[in-house]
């Protein structure tokens, strides 16, 4: 039997029938009777506050009170806090609750069931390990690790000892695992000997190991083991390399909780920019976890005793929030999936669903898009009674992926909710819940702001939108607790991609419509950033790789991807290779330099790229050829060389 507010981690391992149960009591949150609340219990003392829009209003113009009250009431602290907020966002001047002290991994207030303490001894266990291998308060403590309970563990463990996380997808290469190592200039990485995700082994040690030989930071790297595969050590002049789950038995269960400031870092996760170079997003403790829980809470209208099914990989900040944060601080049930939408059959989900009593289920569209290709059959297959609520994250969902997510998935009766937000912003920014309850959902739109949310739409004039029925990019017209604080080692970066392009305000790179109804629609990256299976990937990052002379690379519209890769490279002179075998060794390079799913779908040979006269590469043209749009190609008169248009048109049609 479940218990009402308890966390439980529920693991849906990659070989099936192997599940293991884990849960824990986090006590950052103080349990609270939300269930007969229509919105907030915490909004009770907010004078002329009834309904959810006045809420929203209070929440944005009275923001002091509404964050202090909330935060007051939420987090258990071990020191109050003084102030609410010191905000400049035009200096990129970020900080909530200064002078509180918490742990979001504290002790437990309730520990009678075996599943809370098993988590909190395993994570005590890891923190005194890592504390005794001389990780202290703000060492950086890299986790390449699949979604699985140790790698749950592991964060929570660093949170414990106030050591700062820095999650690396699994499905990153060496390389790019070591340039994210080496930025976040961190001592320790925890690995697995091997990884197992749809049925195929990925080497994960070993890719750790080539990565160390890059990093020198890191004095040493434990290893879980995942699989019975044996692996050996690798031995590094003056490192050390430990076994964590052998060595990890030997310790105590009892681990002190650092008391962390509200401002001290709690992980750092990469993610991609316009630029080459990932950036590594800075989180802090008290307002990025007061943001997760309660969005977490009152985006998918979550209850005590639910269980929360989010599918994404820790490695992404969904995985963070959604998977472990906001769902353990909520006292919650939470899944860890290793898997993929269709090993063993495209039912996995669903069988899931059903298995675990699933009540909210939250996964990307690109899964849902590939589903539908299954057939509804897989989905009838289980039973889905328990669902509540459907989410949606990470690209634009499709009016037709968003129908059948409804219609079929949730049998026409669970609200879907499309949630945007980012690496960014820390928790679900955009949604259409919370909200009046008879309020209609229109698909595909993200819809309204979260309590203390303020979006705004600018022109390119740095001008705000103010009428309906209009877009613009969108941006953030004021701070909140869940927001990054900045980028590792390069707070100016932060500032220029961010606070500086529409100053006052926060910019989020994508561009948004509001309808006639005030309602949000997101319409995609205004930069060259592309979302490829709702994964980030910076063009830049890929043109990097090419051993080509030039490249320039651009997303195209992919039925199931949302966004797929597509590569024009002009190749060195005197370079003699088979255009097959050119391919397929440039999307090798990709893989290993970043990651599969960076891979180009195509690539196209040209002998040179259209550019205006200053030599900057038109990506417009670019674009419009891959959509096969001629009448869109607009203005060529600024090109350098007119020819070079033709010439790629016809390798493109070629190519097709
Ligand atoms: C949470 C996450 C962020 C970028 C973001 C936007 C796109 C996310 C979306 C969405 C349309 C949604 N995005 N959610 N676009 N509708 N509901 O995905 O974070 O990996 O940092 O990506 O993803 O372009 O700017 P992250």
């Known amino acids: 039997m479940r218990l009402p507010g308890r966390c439980t981690l529920k693991y849906v391992a990659a070989s099936l029938g192997r599940r293991g149960v884990f849960a824990s009591r986090l006590n950052v949150l103080r349990r609270n009777s939300w269930n007969a609340a229509e919105f907030m219990p915490e909004a009770a003392g907010f004078e002329g506050v009834s309904g959810r829009d006045e809420l929203q209003e209070y929440s944005v113009s009275n923001s002091e009170s509404f964050w202090a009250a909330v935060a007051h009431q939420r987090l258990s602290w071990i020191r109050p806090f003084r102030t609410v907020q010191d905000c400049d966002l035009s200096r990129g001047r970020i900080k909530w609750f200064e002078g509180g002290k918490l742990n979001v991994s504290g002790e437990s207030s309730v520990f009678d069931c075996v599943f809370c303490r098993e988590l909190l001894e395993m994570t005590c266990r890891v923190g005194n390990l890592l504390r005794r291998h001389g990780v202290t308060k703000g060492d950086c403590v890299t986790i390449y690790m699949p979604t699985c309970p140790l790698a749950v563990v ?85 490192r050390k390399s430990n076994f964590v789950l052998q060595e990890m038995l030997k310790e105590d269960v009892v681990c002190e909780p650092a008391a962390m400031d509200s401002e001290d870092i709690l992980f750092l996760l ?76 495209p039912g996995r989900y669903w069988d899931m669903v059903e298995r675990l009593k699933i009540n909210q289920f939250y996964g990307a569209p690109t899964a849902i898009r590939l589903l539908i290709k299954y057939g509804d059959q897989w989905v009838k297959k289980y039973d889905r009674s328990t669902l509540k609520t459907l989410g949606s994250v990470g690209e634009p969902i499709n009016t037709e992926a968003w129908e059948w997510y409804h219609r079929v998935v949730g049998d026409g009766r669970c609200p879907v909710v499309d949630t945007w937000w980012q690496t960014e912003t820390g928790g679900i920014c955009i949604a259409p819940k919370p909200s009046d309850p008879d309020a209609a959902i229109v698909p595909g739109m993200a819809m309204r702001p979260f309590f203390g949310i303020k979006p705004v739409l600018v022109d390119t004039e740095g001008k705000v939108l103010t009428s309906n029925n209009t877009s613009g990019a969108l941006c953030m017209a004021q701070p909140w607790p869940g927001m990054a604080r900045s980028i590792h080692n390069n707070h100016q970066r932060f500032l220029e991609t961010y606070c500086q392009p529409y100053p006052g305000f926060f910019f989020t790179g994508d561009g948004a419509f509001r309808s006639e109804d005030g309602y949000y629609q997101i319409t995609g990256r205004l930069d060259d950033v ?43 002179k005197g370079v003699e290779v088979q255009e097959a ?33 200053s030599g900057k590469i038109m990506r417009r043209v670019l674009r419009k050829v891959v959509e096969c749009d001629l009448e869109g190609l607009g203005d060529l008169s600024t090109l350098d060389d007119p020819a070079a248009v033709q010439e790629i048109l016809e390798g493109h049609e070629k190519l097709l």
């Open 581 to 613: 075998d050119l391919v397929k060794q440039l999307s090798n390079i990709v893989s290993e330099k970043i990651a599969k799913y960076a891979s180009p779908d195509f690539i196209q040979i040209v002998k040179r790229l259209p550019k205006t006269r």
């Open 154 to 238: 592991s964060m929570l463990a660093c949170a414990r000892i106030g050591a700062v996380h820095n999650v690396v997808f699994a499905g990153f290469s060496a390389e790019a695992l070591a340039e994210r190592i080496r930025d976040a200039e961190s001592s320790t990485v925890i690995t697995v000997n091997q990884g197992l995700r749809g049925g195929k082994v990925t080497e994960l040690k070993k890719t750790v190991d080539t990565a160390v030989q890059s990093c020198p930071t890191v004095r040493q790297v434990f290893v879980a083991t995942r699989t019975d595969n044996p692996f050996g050590f690798l031995q590094l002049v003056n």
């Open 270 to 345: 990469y993610t991609s920019g316009s630029t080459g170079k990932p950036k590594g997003l800075v989180h802090t403790h008290a307002g990025y976890l007061l943001y997760a829980a309660l969005t977490h809470k009152y985006v998918f209208s979550y209850q005590d005793g639910d269980v929360f099914g989010c599918v994404a990989d820790i490695g992404w900040i969904t995985g963070h929030s959604y998977t472990v944060y906001g769902p353990l601080v909520n006292g919650g049930t939470t899944v860890l999936f290793e898997s993929t939408p269709v090993y063993p059959d």
């Open 530 to 572: 592309i979302n490829v299976s709702g994964h980030r990937i910076g063009t830049a990052e890929i043109e990097d790789c090419s051993l080509v002379a030039e490249s320039a690379v651009i997303g195209y519209s992919h039925n199931i991807k949302g966004q797929g890769v597509y590569a024009f490279v002009v190749l060195k």
